[in-house]
């Protein structure tokens, strides 16, 4: 029984990491990209072709019309993303929450990490029927 609750700690502990591990770079090859403001020029429907949004990015001093990687956002928008060292594709986020997708999975995460504790708190401490 004490092997189990060790194991079920260290893999608490582990989900928890992962949940707070901030990934700025995922699917990035270069690793390296900047935070800009990009403002939307020309929106494009949300679908399997989807090119993505067409947006005006300036980094370094140079204004550059560059495709985010994202689809549906209203003309004139302006938001935070990630210019990769490349400057192939724009990424949506960048705020200082690490933004978008990794920030939602740490919340939902953590949260499964807190309920599934709290389960096996409420197990451990169930008084058993013998007999």
């Known amino acids: 029984m004490a092997l189990i609750l060790v194991a079920l700690g260290l893999l608490g502990i582990v989900v928890v990491a992962f949940s707070w591990w901030r990934l700025p770079n995922i699917g990035s090859a270069d690793g390296g990209a900047q935070q800009a403001t990009a403002t939307v020029l020309e929106s494009t429907p949300?679908?399997?072709?989807?090119?993505?949004?067409?947006v005006e990015v300036r980094v370094d001093g140079e204004t550059r019309q560059l495709r985010l990687d994202g689809c549906?956002?209203?003309k004139g928008q302006t938001m935070?993303?990630?210019?990769?060292?490349?400057?192939?594709?724009?990424?949506?986020?960048?705020?200082?929450?690490?933004?978008?997708?990794?920030?939602?999975?740490s919340w939902v995460l953590g949260t499964l990490a807190a309920i599934a504790g709290g389960g096996?708190?409420?197990?451990?401490?169930?008084?058993r029927a013998l007999g």
Do not use: F, K, M
């Open 46 to 54: 949300c679908g399997e072709e989807s090119e993505g949004d067409l």
């Open 72 to 74: 549906g956002h209203t």
């Open 80 to 105: 935070q993303v990630q210019v990769p060292a490349n400057g192939s594709a724009v990424r949506p986020g960048g705020g200082a929450d690490g933004g978008g997708l990794h920030a939602r999975a």
């Open 120 to 127: 096996y708190a409420l197990l451990i401490t169930r008084p």
